[in-house]
């Protein structure tokens, strides 16, 4: 009996820890060689629902399949539709590179190129590196 | 001894399940009435890095003290240090309001007035506001 019950305790053990490794990412974590951006994407206008659903399913996909993808947050300006702004976040810009090749960025951008009249991908830092994870915190309880 | 396994069972599920709530947040998680926001502001070169560190605090301080304010992530251009965008989440606009009310915002109000040369606010809606917590979901394992 006693153990049975040892076993039970240590699988238990197991699994929290296992847990919590899930909740780790393998992939860089150093904020100081984050690549960090901003897009900023002017669609014409015939095209804006289309693009949408083309950047929605682009960006999921690569934050769902991509370690180095920590983040991809899509938004549009609610006064002037065909302005779209992405915040990005990639481990490293081996990351960034990577995602450039992979079939979901490829198929966006060959799908959209017509759409777009303008971009610009502009470089930012973090104001505040270290405390990242606690700026986005509550983000990541809303389901 | 039956009686204490089960006990030991007990307490751990209670446990697993406290550790899951503390993870929910109890002010509203429906994105459709999140106040979603680009703030671009521009600062005068003599105060960047005295503004920096007032953001910094008043960043921080928004995120840990307001359950309401989602995330609040504060950025500067690299190419030009006096561009500063914020990505500014809030839970609906009460929650906004009531930020505007709070010590730590009216202290950075304050004393960075004089340090802003130009300040928008612009309105953004999420483009896939379903799955915005797995978008963030890496960031909040950083640490």
């Known amino acids: ?24 990412n393998p ?24 693009y949408l659903e083309i950047l929605k399913e682009e960006s999921e996909a690569s934050v769902r399949l991509e370690p180095g ?5 899509p938004m549009q300006e609610s006064e002037r539709p065909d302005q779209i702004r992405l915040l990005e976040i990639y481990a490293d810009s081996a990351a960034y590179q990577s995602h450039l090749k ?25 104001i505040d590196g270290e405390s990242m994870s606690k700026l986005f915190a509550k983000i990541n309880s809303l389901d």
Chains 1, 2 share one sequence.
Do not use: W
């Not at 993808?69 to 947050?73: G, S, T």
């Not at 959209?112 to 610009?120: D, E, G, I, P």
């Open 27 to 50: 992939v860089n974590m150093d904020h100081s060689i984050m690549l960090i951006r901003i897009a900023e994407i002017e669609i014409f206008e015939d095209f804006i629902d289309q």
């Open 69 to 73: 993808v920590l983040c991809i947050y």
């Open 1 to 24: 009996m006693r153990s049975f019950f040892y076993l039970i305790l240590l699988f238990i053990s197991m699994s929290v820890q296992g847990q919590n490794a899930s909740r780790m």
């Open 102 to 126: 992979t079939p979901h960025f490829l198929k966006y951008k060959n799908s959209t190129l017509h759409m777009v009249k303008s971009l610009a991908l502009i470089d930012m830092k973090a």
